[in-house]
DNA sequence: ATGTGTGCAAACGCTTTGCAATTTG
DNA sequence: CAAATTGCAAAGCGTTTGCACACAT
């Protein structure tokens, strides 16, 4: 999350509250995630606020939205380009960030502007690994 | 989709019209766009349905169920190993057959069974590139 | 008869929206 | 003060669920 650079909106106390959530939060939050945090210090936060001012980080490039959990969106203040790694069963996502040759041939471009790429890795992660409870389903 | 294997289900009137909307279906479908294909040519069919027979070919590995779109889950009836290309106006995708190595140091793979990676690209189609109604949002 | 699949409608979770009241620069 | 932001509640959309009915072996 760029906050070393001047980002260019209104401070309100509201949206200090969600940025320092995310600051450093390598969880990868959903905006439901987000709301029950910052619920818990701002009683009067609400679900379109969050909405908002994801949507206004998204667009200043504050945080990145990811579409690798198929439940829901979930958000990443980390914007140096990285990959993931999600765990099937608890939906935990780790960071990868090792580099990949990622070019496409001209044929397989279909003439689109490619503007990114993104890895999803998929697997089970040590915790629920041999957890009975996890295991169906 | 593995239609020259035998899969081992009970084959429904509604669950044939299902297969038969996706077989060679390369438009990624979401459950509603299988719906309404589907319903033209079978009026009682329902979500229900659609849903649990997806569910059924999913877990017989039939059909794979793709993260890509924000918005919704969609379903690739192509079970070869391959990535895609997805068009952040228009939503559509395309699919990408090019191989990658994508192999994680010890370290990334934080202690994971990784069962399997998947690479999307993001861009702008031929078509949503120009059109005036398409650049905003 | 037993188990499986279907259809309907209700419910659910995540996300968006309209709008009046409030706050910010 | 003008413009932007907030909070609330309702609505929207994709998806899941419970249950009665129908069908197949």
Known sequence: MKLDRRIDIKLTPQR?????????????????DIYK???????????ATVYNTLE?????GVVVELSIDPDKKRFDPNTI???HLLCLRCKIIKDIFEKFSLVLSESEE???????????FYGICPQCKG???????
């Open 56 to 60: 206004t980080l998204k667009e200043k």
């Open 131 to 137: 957890v009975e409870s996890n295991k169906h389903k």
């Open 16 to 32: 200090l509250a969600i940025l320092e959530c995310l600051v450093g939060n390598t969880s990868h939050p959903s905006a439901s």
């Open 37 to 47: 945090s910052v619920f818990e210090k701002f009683p009067t936060m609400s679900f």
């Open 110 to 120: 279909y003439n689109f502007d490619i503007i990114g790429n993104h890895v999803d």
């Open 81 to 83: 380009p990285h990959h």
